[in-house]
T-cell receptor, first 112, second 119 residues
Framework: QSVLTQPPSVSGAPGQRITISCIGSSSNIGAGYDVHWYQQLPGTAPKLLIFRNNNRPSGVPDRFSGSKSGTSASLAITGLQADDEADYYC????????????FGGGTRLSVL | QLQVQESGSRLLKPSQTLSLTCAVSGDSTTSGGYSWGWIRQPPGKGLEWIGYIYHSGDTYYNPSLKSRITISADRSRNEISLTLTSVIAADTAVYFCARTGDGNCFDIWGPGTMVAISS
């Protein structure tokens, strides 16, 4: 079971807006550690989508945005497109019992 | 443009040692202050961080794997290596090498290499 909790699946119709939550605790997101988001298309390596909570790497459309508040973070995708169908993972850092990188369990996005 | 490619042992028996290499081209493993990480993904499951090697040479490992892992860097060959001893079936996964970017995100990934553990 992952330290960061994500919904197993979300879905939306083309053009709609969806959000994916990433719920942590006081030892990770709540402790102020950054959250990063990745998109993984089937059979490929993950791709960085959002870094340091709300920053987009060059080339990532502004339809993707991230936010963080308290012990949780969210990824929002607006103007949903068919090729957004993928798995999405959040990543942060946990300070207990000894510091280490943690990933959420992943969320499968289906575009209806 | 930076290119990253994993290679190494693909099929192992339980108790053997897994050895993987990550070849980096288009940049030096030690220039620019970058660190490198290994991440794995069992079939049909999520991502698991294995460890980092910082540009300083310092290493940091997942506590659950720490006793079996060694990550090293060969600066002359622009390679990062992963060794995992005493493998078990649960170590079956796609193993990814990735560059560590701003805020310790992973900003550039290799395509991954599948490693299967089976008797």
């Amino acid at each position: 079971q992952s330290v960061l909790t994500q919904p197993p699946s979300v879905s939306g119709a083309p053009g709609q807006r969806i959000t994916i939550s990433c719920i942590g605790s006081s030892s990770n997101i709540g402790a102020g550690y950054d959250v990063h988001w990745y998109q993984q298309l089937p059979g490929t390596a993950p791709k960085l989508l959002i870094f340091r909570n709300n920053n987009r790497p060059s080339g990532v459309p502004d339809r993707f945005s991230g936010s963080k508040s308290g012990t949780s973070a969210s990824l929002a995708i607006t103007g949903l497109q068919a090729d957004d169908e993928a798995d999405y993972y959040c990543q942060s850092y946990d300070r207990s019992p000894s510091g280490h990188v943690i990933f959420g369990g992943g969320t499968r996005l289906s575009v209806l | 443009q930076l290119q990253v490619q994993e290679s190494g042992s693909r099929l192992l028996k339980p108790s053997q040692t897994l050895s993987l290499t990550c070849a980096v081209s288009g940049d030096s493993t030690t220039s620019g202050g970058y660190s490198w990480g290994w991440i794995r993904q069992p079939p049909g499951k999520g991502l698991e961080w294995i460890g980092y090697i910082y540009h300083s040479g310092d290493t940091y490992y997942n506590p659950s794997l720490k006793s079996r892992i060694t990550i090293s860097a060969d600066r002359s060959r622009n390679e990062i290596s992963l060794t995992l001893t005493s493998v078990i079936a649960a170590d079956t996964a796609v193993y990814f090498c990735a560059r560590t970017g701003d805020g310790n995100c992973f900003d550039i990934w290799g395509p991954g290499t599948m490693v299967a553990i089976s008797s």
